[in-house]
Structures are given as structure tokens and as C-alpha cells.
């Protein structure tokens, strides 16, 4: 079955220090791979997309992913975390060419000072 | 800068009523979207909607769900007899004109209806 798994439910990390958000999905091709944030109370804002080509993806906010085919993942990064980065970040995946897209469970990112 | 719109921020119903949740994508787009997520789990696709029809729908969206779009301007989720366990917040999104692999248009989500069944 199609699935999304994000193994960290939740983290913290020292304020300026580097981030990695992990995912992992299970679909026979390569789908759609998003990843979403989204402050409390709010909607959801897109931090960066993948469809093909260059592995390595630049977002908003500084955030980059890189796409590993042969692990079937697409790790969320920031080389120095700032307070307002606190939110919960979800991956999302997409292989019906846009009529249905798959969230995980989200990873809930707690910065400290 | 254009955005999807959705009304009302936060609707309380009692168990058993019809609630309709409304959601003005954004002007030029062509596919239309439910989410919902219950507090503190994840974002579930309900429904995705095109040319005036449904074009995927998960199994949470049973026969007591429905969504129209009336007019030219509005797309509507209508849950027909609400239950304890429909609260959630439901997010509405809409995206452009599907393009061949690679030249996708992204989705983009409203701020959300939070919908409280008592």
C-alpha cells in the first residue's frame, strides 16, 4: 500500500543548529514529494517540491531536500535553525498526477535557546 | 497575491445537523481539494474535484459527504449528519491546469474551517 512515513514524531534542536527532518515513502514509481509547514493554528505552507530532475531542491525559508531514489526518501534539511523555523512539518507525496496527495503524520520541531 | 479563502474560520454544530463549509479557490484554477485533520494528527485527502466532477475520493468520504461547486466562484464540502467524530480542522486547495510530468502546479490550501461537533 501507498504510504508516507515520517519516523520522528517530534524534535528539538539548539537555535543555529543544522535540521534534518527524515521521510520515507512507498510507491512503485517516483511520485510527487512535497514538504509542507505549518504554524499552530494555521494552514499549510509549501516549503519545497520535487518532480524531477536535480536531486537536491532549494525551498522558502532556507530549507533544502534532497531526493534519494535508492532509499526511497526525501529529507527535509536547514543548515541553522531559527526560533520561528517551531512548527510541524509535514511531507507529502503525490502520484495520481495531482488529484490526491498523501501526507504523513508530521514532525513537530521544537527550537530552544 | 492571489489566495484560497474559506468560511467560517470556526463552525459549532450539534450532533446530527448538516453544516456546509464553503471555500473560494483561487480565481484561474481548475482542480479543487478536501482535506481535514483531526487535532494532532495528520493532513487526510478526503476528495479532489474536476470539471464539475469527483476525481479521486478516499475512503473517508462516504455517502455523507458531498461537495458542489454552485457557482463560478465557490466549492463547497456539505457533511450531511454530523458526528462527534467529524471535528477536525477541514482545509480547502485548489491548483492551476494539470501539465505533463514536470511542470506540475502545486496546490494551494486555504487557512481552514475548524469544525466542532458537540
Known amino acids: 500500500a501507498q504510504s508516507v512515513t515520517q519516523p520522528d514524531i517530534h524534535i528539538t534542536v539548539s537555535e543555529g543548529a543544522s535540521l534534518e527532518l527524515r521521510c520515507n515513502y512507498s510507491?512503485?514509481?517516483?511520485?510527487?514529494l512535497f514538504w509542507y509547514v505549518q504554524s499552530p493554528g494555521q494552514g499549510l505552507q509549501l516549503l519545497l517540491k520535487?518532480?524531477?530532475?536535480?536531486?537536491l531542491v532549494q525551498g522558502i525559508k532556507g530549507f533544502e531536500a534532497e531526493f534519494k531514489r535508492s532509499q526511497s526518501s526525501f529529507n527535509l534539511r536547514k543548515p541553522s535553525v531559527h526560533w520561528s523555523d517551531a512548527a510541524e512539518y509535514f511531507c507529502?507525496?503525490?502520484?495520481?498526477?495531482?488529484?490526491?496527495?498523501?501526507f504523513g503524520a508530521g514532525t513537530r520541531l521544537f527550537v530552544k535557546a | 497575491e492571489p489566495e484560497v479563502t474559506q468560511t467560517p474560520s470556526h463552525q459549532v454544530t450539534q450532533m446530527g445537523q448538516e453544516v456546509i463549509l464553503r471555500c473560494v479557490p483561487i480565481s484561474n484554477h481548475l482542480y479543487f481539494y478536501w482535506y481535514r485533520q483531526i487535532l494532532g494528527q495528520k493532513v487526510e485527502f478526503l476528495v479532489s474535484f474536476y470539471n464539475n466532477e469527483i476525481s479521486e475520493k478516499s475512503e473517508i468520504f462516504d455517502d455523507q459527504f458531498s461537495v458542489e461547486r454552485p457557482d463560478g466562484s465557490n466549492f463547497t464540502l456539505k457533511i450531511r449528519s454530523t458526528k462527534l467524530e467529524d471535528s477536525a480542522m477541514y482545509f480547502c486547495?485548489?491548483?492551476?491546469?494539470?501539465?505533463?510530468?514536470?511542470?506540475?502546479?502545486?496546490?494551494?490550501f486555504g487557512p481552514g474551517t475548524r469544525l466542532t461537533v458537540l
Open positions: 486547495a485548489s491548483s492551476g491546469a494539470l501539465l505533463p510530468r514536470g511542470l506540475y502546479n502545486e496546490q494551494f
Open positions: 520535487y518532480f524531477s530532475g536535480d536531486t
Open positions: 510507491y512503485g514509481a517516483t511520485p510527487y
Open positions: 507529502a507525496v503525490d502520484d495520481t498526477g495531482g488529484f490526491k496527495t498523501i
